[in-house]
């Protein structure tokens, strides 16, 4: 059931927005997705995030009533329902949702953000049915992050079978991003053959730009939970959809939904919002009083309500934002640019920037591309694949002058908001500047397919189209669409799922456990984000191997004895011979395993140990 319920729900949430515009059913599947998870932040102000998703179920009452309603009232509505709901568009859409059942069967985290916060943000969420942020939530760090992606999840987790699971958390964000590009499917015949092979191209080209081969790491749908493809494909979809904005009040309600996201995905949303809005205002035609109110209402009076909810729900449990646009001094920049005012870490966050823009690649592949010449190429490819269309130029333009704003908006954050150490580094660049150049992409397709699907083009222009995407990806990389056929990562390491059981069988939860790990220090992070209810404290006894070794313990033994009578269990996931010799043997007579728990006793002051497991 966790398959086809999700697409079930999907479908007739979609169905309702189908009957109320006349819209085909592939033009409504990124609205109803996008709708029910802001109205599900709303309720999440209230504490009460299962109460959106019942107002999801209330719309799909509306669709049944409303069709059976219109039904009763013209024989021949049965017609447009055809025409509506049984579309190329609409058969697409379920072999790419069975795509990615199939693909994420076996998918779980492996990247330090998923399990430091972003799992952990859902993980929360689902448990308490409230904002991670709440002072309830055992979430640690960046509880000031916008929640769209992680009410997405909860979402998907609460129709998958009510439960938290890591599979259900990487369909939601693919069956998302890939839904963006269904709209476009309106301009498809199910009676044309060719139209069968325009879709199945075009599809299999922006897989393709999921996976692009953009230097250091750029995380995608196919193995990461991160937010960075989400809010670039969020924009692409929306500066596509405001260049052929007709005033329309499902385009005006579908606009506004994207600009909402925009500003719940990420804190970065802001000049994302702003550069889709030039573009709505480029497009606008010839409006009156009216159609301006309403515009104003859903493009700037309902976006930042959300905006400056969330802002003033963080303010009111107290909890201090990763960076604060307040610091930013405009004034200070030619001075800090010429070394003669700022903080040394400031004069050295300009220079590095400086020189990141020639030397530090974006796009790996075939060659290594800086992020300005990554920007000129997609600028390019955006102008040629654009130029027969009316006003092209406001492709080209918003484009462009995005993506040199979005270069000086980071230069200045990593200048002023940047701590003195995040900032000289230019902590994930790649990563950043990777998000706007991979959105040039994906807006190329979308142009692309707009172009090619009302167009009888030759087969060569397809090839042409697919030759130029595929080069920009490293086969490494395309590998990462196939389906695994077994756990990976932390899942899959005996090791760690030992731990996990013992905890399980065992019903240990709310204890300390104090974890020993002589050569790694992963353990702890999977450990507390897979059992957030224990508290773990994962150290190396010995000497610190680096700066900043916050798990080395160099402390005598007495002191060990001390700190491991305050604890209720210690776990051996890696030992060595220093720690066997100087410390265990001192302790206790039992003999020394890896990959085992131990639950501590204090008798008379003394520690006895027994192996549980």
Known sequence: MEYIIPLLWLLAVTGFFVVVF?????????????????????????????YGFYISLILIFLFITITIYKLYKDKHYIKTLNKNFITIGLIFFILIYVYIVVLHKFTTFK??????????????SFRLNAFYSEPESLLLVHKDYPPFSTILEVLWCKLSGNYYNEPFTFRAMSILTLSFIFPIFKNLSIKNKKDYLKGFFFILLFLLVQVLSISDFFPNFTDSIYTDFLIGILLSYGLYHAFNYDNELFE???????????LMVKQMGL??????????????????????????????????VYYISWNKYIDLLDISGQFS??????????????????????????????????????????????????LIITTILITIASYKIKGSYKYTFVYLFGGIAYGFAMLLLYIFSFNDFEGPLLASYERYLGTYIYLGFVLLIFILFDVYSKNNKKIYHYLLTFIIIFSFVMPINAKKLIPKTKYEGYLNN????????????????????????????EVGLVAKYYSPLNHFQIVTLGKPKYDGDYNAWDISLEDFKTELKTYDYIYIYISDDNFYNDYWTKVTDLELFDHHMYKVDVINDEISLTLIY
């Open 325 to 374: 646009l307040s610091q930013i001094t405009i004034s200070k920049l030619l001075g800090i640019m010429k070394g003669t005012v700022g903080e040394p870490h400031q004069i050295e966050a300009f220079q590095n920037f400086m020189v990141a823009l020639i030397k530090r690649p974006i796009l790996d592949y075939p060659i290594k591309l800086n992020y300005i010449l990554s």
């Open 22 to 50: 006349n819209k085909k059913i592939e033009e409504c599947i990124p609205l109803s997705l996008l709708s029910v998870v802001n109205i599900m932040i709303i309720t999440g102000f209230f504490k009460k995030l299962s």
């Open 111 to 124: 990247y330090w953000d998923d399990f430091m916060h972003w799992g952990f943000m859902t993980k929360e």
């Open 252 to 262: 005006t309600i579908n606009l506004s939904m994207v600009l909402v996201s925009l």
């Open 494 to 521: 005996e090791a760690f799922t030992n731990l996990f059981y013992v905890l399980d069988t065992k019903e240990i939860t709310h204890k300390k456990i104090l974890l020993i790990s002589q050569y790694t220090s």
């Open 271 to 304: 000049p994302f919002y702003l550069l889709l809005m030039l573009m709505i205002i480029l497009n606008i035609k010839k409006i009156n009083k009216k159609e301006i109110l309403i515009m104003s209402l859903f493009f700037i009076v309902i976006p930042f």
